[in-house]
């Protein structure tokens, strides 16, 4: 069965170009009509430009419906306003995703804390006052989907991208919770993690696997994590027509006492602590908690 998007209102934050842009054409092929929002500024978020209306230009060409929004995602109120523009356009907002994003890389020991404040905000902050921006109609609505987008650095690391790294894996933490609290008003909401040549990657990329990894072959995964049927509570990897599930786990652990509650324990006990054999995904945190209970019983 075809995925489609007819009678959906869809807002990509930076779809002025890279991955954005090709989720937001690609939405609207698929009968959505879209908000696209960017910017327009270069990768380290300075300047502005018309990107966000070029692809709103491209989008009518094809035949499909879309405006364009300029406002940057750090702005809470202009989100609101962009939430605004789009209901009273098309009478309600169903997928949101968040995209928009910047780079300021340096060693840790180099960077400066206005570059690693900026890059939480833009990415973290940013997603956070988009979603929250549409949260309330989403319930309303009973339907929304959100779409995160994390990376690589932020579930694993990277040397060079402490800022961004930290803001990306914020963002897996954000669904964590966001997946619960929107459940109950068919909200779903996922983890993108891509990989794609853009000009993000363009000097982290060698030249010859640009094509390869051409930002298109991300879109099946963010278009099926915002579709109707979509799962929720998801961190997908996607790159190069390779798709991969990441999970935040927890091993069977060990309940100790007694002498053994001390340092020392901790030690003497480290190989079944970290023994990954039936590791655990659990559901939230309160998940968590009544693992540790039963623990203490089979203890
Ligand atoms: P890109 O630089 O082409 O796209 C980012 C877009 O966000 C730009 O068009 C930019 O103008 C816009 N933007 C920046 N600040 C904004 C703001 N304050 N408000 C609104 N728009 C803003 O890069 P790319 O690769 O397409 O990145 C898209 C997302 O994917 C980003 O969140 C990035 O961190 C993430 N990502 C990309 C990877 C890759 O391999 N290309 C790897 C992992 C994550």
Same mark, same amino acid.
């Given at each position: 069965m075809s995925i489609r998007f007819d009678?959906?209102?869809? !807002?990509?934050?930076?779809a002025g170009g890279g991955l954005?842009?090709?989720?937001?054409?690609e939405l609207a092929r698929r009968g959505a009509k879209v908000v696209v929002n960017d910017l327009g500024g270069d990768r380290s978020g300075q300047?502005?430009?018309?990107?966000?209306? +070029?692809?709103?230009?491209? !989008?009518?060409?094809?035949?499909?419906?879309? !405006?364009?929004?300029?406002?940057?995602?750090?702005e809470y109120d202009q989100m609101v306003e962009m939430v605004a523009q789009a209901k009273e356009k098309w009478g309600g907002v169903h997928v949101l995703i968040n995209n928009a994003g910047v780079l300021r890389d340096k060693s840790f020991a180099k960077m400066e804390p206005a570059d690693f404040d900026f890059v939480v905000k833009v990415h973290l902050i940013g997603s956070a006052n988009a979603t929250k921006a549409c949260w309330d109609t989403f319930r309303e609505q009973n339907y929304g989907r959100v779409l995160m987008t994390a990376s690589s650095t932020g579930l694993f690391g990277n040397f060079g991208q402490a800022n961004y790294g930290?803001?990306?894996?914020?963002?897996?933490?954000l669904t964590k919770t966001l997946y619960l609290e929107g459940a109950k008003n068919n909200i779903k909401v996922n983890t993108l993690a891509p990989t794609a040549g853009t000009?993000?990657?363009q000097d982290i990329f060698p030249?010859?696997?640009?094509?390869?990894?051409?930002?298109? +072959?991300?879109? %099946?995964?963010?278009?099926?994590?915002?579709s109707e049927d979509a799962p929720t509570n998801q961190i997908l990897g996607a790159g190069a027509g390779v798709f991969q599930a990441s999970y935040v786990t927890l091993t069977q652990g060990v309940a100790l006492k007694g002498d053994d509650l001390s340092p020392e324990g901790i030690a003497a006990h480290w190989a079944q602590i970290t023994d990954r054999a039936?590791? !655990?995904? %659990?559901e939230s945190g309160a998940a968590q908690a009544m693992l540790i209970g039963k623990k203490l019983q089979e203890g």
């Open positions: 009678d959906k209102v869809a !807002i990509v934050t930076g954005g842009r090709e989720y937001a054409l300047g502005a430009s018309d990107a966000a209306q +070029k692809v709103v230009a491209e !989008i009518e060409a094809m035949g499909g419906e879309a !405006i364009a929004n300029g406002a940057s995602v750090t930290a803001a990306k894996l914020g963002l897996a933490g000009r993000m990657t030249e010859q696997l640009f094509d390869a990894f051409s930002p298109h +072959k991300v879109v %099946p995964a963010a278009l099926f994590l915002v039936n590791e !655990i995904v %659990p």
